[in-house]
């Protein structure tokens, strides 16, 4: 399976978010499984596709041309995008399930992309997994929620995404959509 990951690419972030990517690139390798993510040689970005390469996993970087320069050299293979747009939209199509870690802004665009392409797909297979480390994005889920139960919103597109709070749950859920993937 290819895991798209969205996450920080901030330094100097707390060891526990640096051990949660680890966490999240030694199960993606060591199950065999292909980490699809920025490409970036920083932060959590790197962080995950370290562990991915220490654990023997492939790694799909997908980066823009302005930060070619930026590319981490870890990455098996590498694709380049005139745009985030296009790079948004490349991880999309090449991923069977997706992961958000904490991250900033880019992190939360990338998964609300995600999840509003899930819904005009009408893709009801590919599911997407927020680490809400503590409590991170309550506030944002807590609007979706909200939001889903507007008239302005249909039902049920909210159930795409599997919200954990903790490392071992991340697992458990992976551990689960892996499962189902090699049920098919």
Wanted: hydrophobic share 40%; aromatic share 8%; net charge negative.
């Amino acid at each position: 399976m290819k895991f798209a990951v969205y996450c920080s690419s901030r330094q100097g972030l707390d060891n526990e978010y640096i051990e949660l990517a680890h966490a999240l690139g030694q199960w993606i390798g060591s199950h065999g499984h292909t980490l699809v993510y920025g490409g970036v040689n920083a932060g959590l970005m790197h962080e995950i596709a370290q562990a991915c390469h220490d654990a023997g996993g492939h790694i799909m970087g997908v980066n823009i041309e302005a930060f070619k320069h930026r590319t981490d050299p870890l990455v098996d293979e590498v694709i380049y995008t005139a745009n985030l747009g296009e790079r948004k939209a490349r991880m999309y199509q090449m991923a069977d399930a997706f992961v958000v870690l904490p991250g900033g802004l880019g992190t939360v665009d990338e998964w609300i992309a995600t999840l509003s392409q899930l819904v005009v797909d009408g893709d009801h297979h590919r599911q997407i997994i927020i680490v809400n480390l503590h409590d991170m994005y309550g506030s944002l889920l807590q609007y979706l929620n909200e939001l889903a139960q507007s008239p302005f919103a249909r039902d049920g597109h909210l159930k795409r995404l599997l919200v954990v709070d903790n490392e071992q749950q991340m697992i458990e859920c992976l551990n689960q959509i892996s499962s189902k993937n090699n049920e098919k």
